[in-house]
């Protein structure tokens, strides 16, 4: 069974531009989550999406967003970005509906911002 | 969810057993433990969890104390490819919801030759 993709692995943005990530789970979830990590915050919460909703949010500003397509995929934007954006940014799949929150995570995009 | 504590770093043998613990003494009733670890540059990846009885799978055993308050992970013979930083969660868990995992600062497992 595939693992959980993260599309592109490597990104290089300067300030002010925008940036869209791309994540398909595994097949059969339908639930996506998306993490930032950096050095100095770790991992955290930005937000998770199922059917196509928006379930649940972390305390990032408007700048974040994103999205669900119909087959799970995901996608999640940055529009205007800072230097302080630079960060592993991780998405994690699981079931929907279960009492468990088994999640499973891609390899991240690494994005750069300069 | 309730807080956890873990120590920042450990060492360990490789071929010996790796105990890892948490505390978690604000834990509710009806919060799980998640234990995750996170090899460098990867995404985390999921371990166990447990509620209350000890739990044990092909990578790692968990054992709660009877009264929640903590809780320890073993790897019973570690290898150099278990150096990793690895993450106690306590997390509300109920079906249907609350996809955000609360990650703290983890400890950082350094299994040596």
């Known amino acids: 069974k595939a693992g959980v993709t993260q599309t592109p692995r490597y990104l290089i943005k300067t300030r002010g531009q925008q940036v869209t990530l791309s994540c398909s789970p595994i097949?059969?979830?339908?639930?996506v989550s998306w993490y930032q990590q950096t050095p100095g915050q770790g991992l955290q919460f930005l937000f998770e999406?199922?059917?196509?909703?928006?379930?649940n949010k972390g305390n990032f500003p408007g700048r974040f967003s994103g999205r669900q397509f119909s087959n799970s995929r995901s996608e999640m934007n940055v529009s205007t970005l800072e230097l302080g954006d630079s960060a592993l940014y991780l998405c994690?799949?699981?079931?929907?509906?279960?009492?468990?929150?088994?999640?499973?995570f891609g390899p991240g995009t690494r994005l750069t911002v300069l | 969810d309730a807080k956890t504590t873990q120590p920042t770093s450990m060492d360990c043998a490789e071929g010996r057993a790796a105990n890892l613990p948490c505390n978690h003494s604000?834990?509710?009733?009806?919060?799980?433990v998640y234990w995750y670890r996170q090899i460098h540059s990867q995404g985390p990846q999921y371990i166990i969890h447990?509620?209350?009885n000890n739990e044990t799978n092909e990578m790692a055993s968990l054992i709660i104390t009877e009264d929640r308050k903590s809780s320890t992970l073993i790897l019973p013979h570690a290898t150099l490819r278990d150096t990793a930083v690895y993450y106690c969660?306590?997390?509300?868990?109920?079906?249907?919801?609350?996809?955000?995992?609360?990650f703290g600062k983890g400890t950082k497992l350094s299994v040596k030759p």
């Open positions: 994690a799949s699981r079931f929907w509906g279960t009492p468990y929150n088994e999640q499973f």
């Open positions: 097949s059969g979830h339908r639930s």
């Open positions: 999406y199922f059917s196509e909703t928006q379930r």
């Open positions: 604000t834990i509710s009733g009806n919060e799980y």
């Open positions: 447990g509620l209350k």
């Open positions: 969660i306590a997390h509300l868990t109920y079906g249907g919801s609350q996809g955000n995992l609360i």
